[in-house]
């Protein structure tokens, strides 16, 4: 780890050396992120035993643009770290199978991201250390929800194991934007290894018997009377050791627009075959509000519904979420969560359906 870390420091200086030769006449470039979000959560009802508890998740981040920095134009070499801490409600309290709190994670401290993406007219390529859900698989409308099966669709998540938060892994993703209304990507990535194997995410290997993931998706974007927007994706994913194949829609659309105020609906859908898959099914869907009681829009209130089904004794799991983010200022804002997860799904036991409550803290800057 130490090698690496010393490696990755003395790039990042070397590039900040070159770019200072003409700092006067180019824009800085480098910028900087950084974000924590916390979530003060427990169980109330039901599940594998009652409790109260905190978890987080910070990150830390450098993006260099090669045209500030006076190289050439489209070029971003992004570094970013995170850590994970606190408890885990889907393990200690819920026992259900689509985790319930998506920065669950457990106490580590890993490389996130560590790419290079190339802008050259219409197509972007991404090339190393990424997140498959950054790219596949996901509405923007569903990702304000704090169940993981909103971010991606439970099949890729767990019988395909692609790369996502926590463990990203390594990738070559092109897209081509056709048109203002149309793109299409493929790409390729690794099979991630967990943190027993891998505990800070620098040791890369490619071992067939894990196999890649080679996906493929399609966006067609809308906007109705110049006002409402929408985008909706098909797209599919194989993975190459298991010879599994996993097909997936995901849309939403914008149906009422005044000013800072919106009404949004979004559906999310994957298959795959029963006899490869223990989850063949997902679905989910929601509604969307934004500036519900803000007229500047600093709100968002929704209400959705997933599923998971699954060729076992237990046959699905349904979870039905309902949250609202009121946001203060570009950096901070405040969300409590509320969600009751039936049939609960991720271990052999049966357990009552248990509801799931949390408030969320972010701050970004």
């Not at 109330?44 to 920095?69: H, P, R, S």
């Not at 802008?119 to 991404?126: A, D, F, K, S």
């Not at 909706?232 to 149906?255: D, L, M, P, R």
């Not at 209130?301 to 609202?324: C, F, Q």
Request: aromatic share 16%.
């Amino acid at each position: 780890m130490n090698k690496t870390i010393i490696f990755l420091s003395a790039m990042f200086m070397l590039m900040y050396s070159m770019a200072q030769t003409e700092v006067k006449e180019k824009e800085f470039p480098f910028e900087f992120q950084a974000s924590y979000v916390g979530d003060f959560a427990g169980n109330v009802v039901g599940g594998k035993q009652l409790g109260f508890g905190y978890l987080g998740y910070g990150t830390l981040g450098i993006t260099f643009d090669t045209e500030k920095a006076g190289w050439w134009e489209g070029g971003q070499l992004v570094l970013s770290g995170a850590t994970t801490h606190g408890t885990c409600p889907t393990e200690n309290w819920l026992g259900d199978f689509q985790v319930a709190d998506n920065i669950e994670a457990g106490n580590h401290a890993f490389l996130q991201e560590l790419y290079f993406q190339q802008i050259l007219g219409p197509v972007e390529i991404m090339a190393g250390l990424q997140d498959f859900n950054a790219a596949y698989a996901f509405t923007d409308k569903a990702g304000l929800f704090l169940n993981s099966s909103f971010g991606i669709n439970s099949i890729l998540s767990s019988t395909f194991g692609v790369p996502i938060f926590p463990i990203t892994s390594w990738g070559l993703n092109v897209k081509w934007n056709i048109k203002d209304w149309v793109n299409w990507q493929v790409g390729a990535f690794d099979s991630p290894f967990g943190f027993d194997d891998n505990p800070y995410n620098v040791h890369w290997r490619f071992i067939p018997e894990k196999g890649a993931i080679v996906a493929s998706e399609f966006e067609f974007k809308t906007n109705i009377s110049d006002q409402l927007e929408g985008s909706y994706k098909i797209g599919v994913a194989w993975q190459t050791s298991q010879n599994n194949v996993e097909v997936h829609f995901c849309g939403e659309q914008e149906f009422w627009k005044k000013d800072e105020r919106s009404m949004a609906a979004f559906l999310m859908a994957a298959y795959s075959p029963q006899s490869l898959s223990e989850n063949y099914v997902h679905l989910g869907g929601g509604l969307h509000f934004g500036g519900v009681f803000s007229k500047q829009g600093k709100d968002n209130l929704g209400i959705a519904v997933s599923s998971s089904l699954l060729a076992n004794d237990y046959k699905h799991e349904t979870v039905v979420e309902l949250t609202y983010q009121y946001v203060f200022n570009e950096h901070f804002f405040l969300q409590p969560d509320f969600q009751y997860i039936i049939n609960p799904a991720a271990g052999e036991d049966t357990y009552k359906s248990p509801l799931f409550m949390a408030l969320r803290v972010g701050i970004d800057f």
